[in-house]
């Protein structure tokens, strides 16, 4: 009798969204999620006048899905010391407003002003580095002479390794600390977010007080940005347009206020770029924090700003010079990057007998899967996951399909643009990219019959490790799958 539920040269056509960032560990972001970041610049109000005394309204490019952390980096115009404080960052934009530290007046000049803003997650860029953005909170305090209390930090370690030594920038995203009426008085006590022993497993996170002496830190939400160090690479924006970034931590050259301007060349050559450097070291006892003095299309100017609460001084002598974390991009720009995965699937009797299109029981039939990214950036790691489930006629071939120990399912990339790992040990096995279900959904483990097949397994799911490259204009990453089935 033709088993009519069975069709020969069927094709199904269906999406298959992307599982949760770390579906397997951890759930932190919607399906098929890669995430938005963004980067620009802003001028920040002159507080000198009255009138002006108030935060500068930032409004993203575009609405984010959720807040981003935003880490952001101030020039040098105005002879006070001055850092930029980050706060109220919603899906639209964030304030920004321009705070000094005791021993002054508290109100400056306008500035301007450098971010970039990046979804909360693990995401994985087209090119497959991995960067990583959260908040994370802390009283930790580093401080300078004169100042009370103990140092110390909190350690921050990443989801997963990144490929390199990291480059990391944080902002503090609060003010819970502060006492004072800022900008019409200076900021009490002062502090900013320092990193320092960056790897490529995670780093040290700190609230740098520097000399301020009066008040009491309080625990601040700091917000990170962390890229693989001296890594180069490109994505799309929302308009199509190509943007390059890169990533550098610099030798120790950035010295104090009143030492100069200390060139640092950028990763990234543009005469658009668009960078932020923060410090990821701590030499100089006094503390202190970057601003930009000068910037052109291949190297931005840094010097070491610091209060002066303690002593006068703002010098950092040249065996205590500070190295410089550093991400740049080619533009500014604001980018949506979003896996999105297609599945299709055809079959065809490879032995036994059909009729009229239709196979017959006993035959076998040989099904190819195969899985493309037409989005513009890869899903996360390990989160493509396919579950096909076979037809309750067929029973599923579990024997070796290309030979000793390869398994009951092969896989191939079209064109080498999969950036993905597919493994295979044992029927048994838990920890490789192959797994049986039955029915109920349950994972079983299965055993051949005398025609190599188990009628048992009702899914086959496929988790291969790695990521799946965007379709970048070259053609979609893609691969097959392939595996065959006993007719019933």
Same mark, same amino acid.
Request: proline content about 5%; glycine content about 8%.
């Given at each position: 009798?033709?088993?009519?539920?069975?069709?020969?040269?069927?094709?199904?056509?269906?999406?298959?969204?992307?599982?949760?960032?770390?579906?397997?560990?951890?759930?932190?972001?919607?399906?098929?999620?890669?995430?938005?970041?963004?980067?620009?610049?802003?001028?920040?109000?002159?507080?000198?006048? *009255?009138?002006?005394?108030?935060?500068?309204?930032?409004?993203?490019?575009?609405?984010?899905?959720?807040?981003?952390?935003?880490?952001?980096?101030?020039?040098?115009?105005?002879?006070?010391?001055?850092?930029?404080?980050?706060?109220?960052?919603?899906?639209?934009?964030?304030?920004?407003? *321009?705070?000094?530290?005791?021993?002054?007046?508290?109100?400056?000049?306008?500035?301007?002003?450098?971010?970039?803003?990046?979804?909360?997650?693990?995401?994985?860029?087209?090119?497959? %580095?991995?960067?990583?953005?959260?908040?994370?909170?802390?009283?930790?305090?580093?401080?300078?002479?004169?100042?009370?209390?103990?140092?110390?930090?909190?350690?921050?370690?990443?989801?997963?390794?990144?490929?390199?030594?990291?480059?990391?920038?944080?902002?503090?995203?609060?003010?819970?600390?502060?006492?004072?009426?800022?900008?019409?008085?200076?900021?009490?006590?002062?502090?900013?977010?320092?990193?320092?022993?960056?790897?490529?497993?995670?780093?040290?996170?700190?609230?740098?007080?520097?000399?301020?002496?009066?008040?009491?830190?309080?625990?601040?939400?700091?917000?990170?940005?962390?890229?693989?160090?001296?890594?180069?690479?490109?994505?799309?924006?929302?308009?199509?347009?190509?943007? #390059?970034?890169?990533?550098?931590?610099?030798?120790?050259?950035?010295?104090?206020?009143?030492?100069?301007?200390?060139?640092?060349?950028?990763?990234?050559?543009?005469?658009?770029?668009?960078?932020?450097?923060?410090?990821?070291?701590?030499?100089?006892?006094?503390?202190?924090?970057?601003?930009?003095?000068?910037?052109?299309?291949?190297?931005?100017?840094?010097?070491?700003?610091?209060?002066?609460?303690?002593?006068?001084?703002?010098?950092?002598?040249?065996?205590?010079?500070?190295?410089?974390?550093?991400?740049?991009?080619?533009?500014?720009?604001?980018?949506?990057?979003?896996?999105?995965?297609?599945?299709?699937?055809?079959?065809?009797?490879?032995?036994?007998?059909?009729?009229?299109?239709?196979?017959?029981?006993?035959?076998?039939?040989?099904?190819?899967?195969? *899985?493309? #990214?037409?989005?513009?950036?890869?899903?996360?790691?390990?989160?493509?996951?396919?579950?096909?489930?076979?037809?309750? #006629?067929?029973?599923?071939?579990?024997?070796?399909?290309?030979?000793?120990?390869?398994?009951?399912?092969?896989?191939?990339?079209?064109?080498?643009?999969?950036?993905?790992?597919?493994?295979?040990?044992?029927?048994?096995?838990? %920890? %490789?990219?192959?797994?049986?279900?039955?029915?109920?959904?349950?994972?079983?483990?299965?055993?051949?019959?005398?025609?190599?097949?188990?009628?048992?397994?009702?899914?086959?799911?496929?988790?291969?490790?790695?990521?799946?490259?965007?379709?970048?204009?070259?053609?979609?990453?893609?691969?097959?799958?392939?595996?065959?089935?006993?007719?019933?």
């Amino acid at each position: 009798m033709i088993n009519q539920s069975v069709f020969s040269e069927i094709m199904e056509k269906k999406t298959i969204l992307t599982c949760l960032l770390f579906m397997l560990a951890i759930i932190s972001a919607p399906a098929a999620h890669a995430g938005r970041l963004e980067a620009g610049r802003f001028t920040a109000n002159d507080t000198l006048a *009255v009138g002006t005394r108030v935060p500068t309204p930032v409004t993203f490019q575009q609405t984010f899905d959720v807040p981003p952390i935003v880490v952001a980096i101030s020039d040098q115009v105005g002879g006070n010391s001055a850092s930029i404080r980050i706060t109220n960052i919603t899906t639209t934009g964030f304030n920004a407003l *321009v705070i000094e530290p005791d021993n002054f007046d508290g109100r400056h000049l306008a500035q301007s002003v450098q971010y970039i803003a990046v979804e909360p997650g693990r995401h994985i860029l087209p090119g497959g %580095d991995a960067i990583e953005a959260r908040r994370t909170n802390t009283s930790a305090v580093q401080l300078g002479p004169g100042v009370s209390g103990s140092a110390g930090s909190t350690p921050v370690f990443f989801t997963a390794p990144l490929a390199n030594t990291a480059t990391v920038l944080a902002q503090i995203q609060t003010a819970n600390s502060e006492t004072r009426d800022v900008p019409t008085q200076s900021s009490r006590p002062h502090i900013t977010a320092l990193t320092f022993n960056a790897s490529n497993a995670g780093f040290q996170l700190a609230l740098e007080r520097s000399q301020s002496a009066i008040g009491t830190v309080l625990t601040e939400t700091v917000g990170w940005i962390a890229f693989p160090s001296a890594r180069n690479e490109s994505f799309p924006d929302i308009n199509g347009v190509t943007i #390059n970034w890169g990533a550098a931590n610099s030798g120790n050259t950035v010295r104090g206020w009143d030492d100069g301007c200390f060139s640092v060349s950028l990763p990234v050559t543009s005469s658009t770029v668009v960078a932020v450097a923060k410090k990821r070291t701590r030499f100089n006892g006094d503390g202190g924090w970057f601003r930009y003095c000068s910037f052109n299309a291949s190297t931005i100017g840094l010097r070491v700003d610091e209060d002066t609460d303690q002593d006068n001084e703002r010098s950092v002598a040249a065996g205590d010079a500070e190295s410089a974390a550093i991400i740049a991009f080619s533009r500014p720009f604001h980018a949506n990057l979003r896996a999105e995965i297609e599945v299709t699937k055809v079959s065809a009797t490879i032995s036994g007998t059909s009729l009229n299109g239709f196979s017959l029981p006993g035959a076998i039939r040989e099904y190819i899967v195969t *899985v493309r #990214n037409v989005g513009n950036a890869p899903p996360n790691l390990g989160s493509l996951i396919i579950n096909d489930t076979l037809s309750p #006629n067929t029973d599923l071939l579990v024997t070796n399909i290309e030979g000793s120990g390869s398994g009951p399912v092969a896989i191939a990339e079209v064109n080498g643009t999969a950036l993905l790992n597919f493994s295979f040990t044992d029927l048994a096995a838990t %920890d %490789d990219s192959l797994f049986f279900l039955d029915s109920g959904n349950t994972l079983i483990t299965p055993t051949a019959d005398a025609n190599g097949a188990d009628d048992n397994v009702a899914i086959l799911r496929i988790q291969p490790s790695g990521t799946l490259e965007g379709n970048r204009g070259t053609g979609p990453g893609e691969f097959n799958l392939r595996y065959r089935a006993r007719i019933k």
